[in-house]
């Protein structure tokens, strides 16, 4: 019955993952990285997504397994969609994988791998599975230089490009913090929230900053205009790589009972489906449950959120995740 459960929870997940962007049609198209990749796996199941889009991995009905705690997946399927190509040398077991200007080599049941000649050792070999090459998923999305992110909840693999077009690499962190503050309240928050929960933090920095004069709010100030104005969407400066986090701790200031026109700008810049997200604010003296509402028209998903202040404690920052699960 678990089992059951947990298997529709899975298909659930899987169902309701959306994922921006579209694959490109080449490599040659990708290396100019100005396109975005997402390919979810899932142990077992022999159908991925590509872009939102659902395929079966192969006709063989392979799917992804775990040996020795490392994932392993059927690689052709994978590198041709991330626009790489496979060679198989059938004599020596030697696998080459090409993407871009890197070369991945590799060899069934050995533990050496190759990038760009250069040795490198594997936790777990490849193996031949049902007839097909199974290797290491993360070592090939790292060497390759995708993001590669696992939900062990679901058993979900996902691979993503976007954050080489920066030339940064992913951090590998499965959260991140993501806030606005034009006072420092949050952003004092925010902090102890990276902290507490070892996340990114990254913070929503508008194209035109805020004056001490756009928040008199006693005044006819640009915040008071721009929070009576249902159009109002604030610029964002900095875009942002989202696709490798699973958990996204949402902050700002309470403004006007809730949350600053900028926080809807970046709800319908990105697209936060199928991640957990936890909004927490700072306040003068008001509560965060308003402005979650007016995220839940975005997300109906979305937790019951956190108002704290420049003292939340590690222990009231713990508190609120574990009831929040
Ligand atoms: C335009 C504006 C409107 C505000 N409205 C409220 C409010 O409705 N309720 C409240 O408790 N605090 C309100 N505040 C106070 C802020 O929420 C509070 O100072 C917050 O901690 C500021 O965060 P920050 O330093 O990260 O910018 C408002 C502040 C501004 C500038």
């Known amino acids: 019955m678990k089992k059951t459960i947990s298997i529709i929870l899975s298909l659930i997940v899987m169902l309701s993952l959306t994922v921006t962007g579209c694959a490109a049609e080449n490599g040659a198209?990708?290396?100019t990285g100005k396109e975005d990749l997402s390919i979810v796996l899932q142990i077992d199941n022999p159908t991925m997504q590509v872009n939102g889009e659902k395929k079966a991995i192969d006709q063989n009905g392979t799917a992804p397994v775990i040996?020795?705690?490392?994932?392993l997946v059927p690689i052709r399927a994978i590198i041709e969609n991330m626009g790489g190509t496979v060679g198989w040398n059938g004599e020596t077991g030697e696998v080459t994988l090409n993407y871009g200007d890197d070369e991945i080599r590799l060899?069934?049941?050995s533990k050496a791998a190759y990038l760009n000649n250069e040795a490198n050792e594997l936790d777990t070999a490849p193996a031949i599975i049902n007839e097909r090459t199974m290797l290491p998923v993360r070592f090939i999305a790292e060497s390759f230089k995708f993001?590669?992110?696992w939900d062990g909840a679901s058993e979900l693999i996902?691979?993503?490009k976007g954050k080489s077009d920066t030339g940064e690499e992913p951090s590998g962190k499965k959260s991140a913090v993501i806030y606005f503050s034009c006072t420092n309240n949050t952003r004092t928050l925010a902090k102890t929230i990276a902290a507490v929960t070892d996340s990114d933090i990254l913070?929503?920095?508008p194209s035109i900053p805020y004056t001490s004069a756009d928040l008199n709010y006693n005044s006819d100030c640009r915040a008071n205009k721009e929070q009576n104005d249902d159009s109002a969407r604030p610029e964002i400066e900095a875009q942002f790589e989202l696709d490798g986090y699973d958990t996204i701790y949402l902050g700002y200031p309470i403004w006007w009972g809730t949350m600053p026109k900028i926080i809807n700008t970046f709800l319908e810049a990105y697209d936060l489906s199928g991640k957990t997200v936890m909004p927490f604010c700072t306040s003068g003296s008001s509560g965060i449950s308003t402005s979650v509402n007016a995220i839940r028209e975005y997300l109906p998903g979305v937790k019951d959120g956190m108002r704290g202040t420049t003292a939340t404690?590690?222990?009231e920052i713990k508190t609120w995740i574990e009831n929040s699960k």
């Open 29 to 31: 198209e990708k290396e």
């Open 67 to 71: 040996v020795n705690g490392r994932t």
């Open 107 to 109: 060899v069934i049941d």
């Open 147 to 149: 993001g590669v992110a």
């Open 158 to 160: 996902t691979i993503t």
């Open 203 to 205: 913070e929503i920095v």
């Open 313 to 315: 404690t590690e222990a």
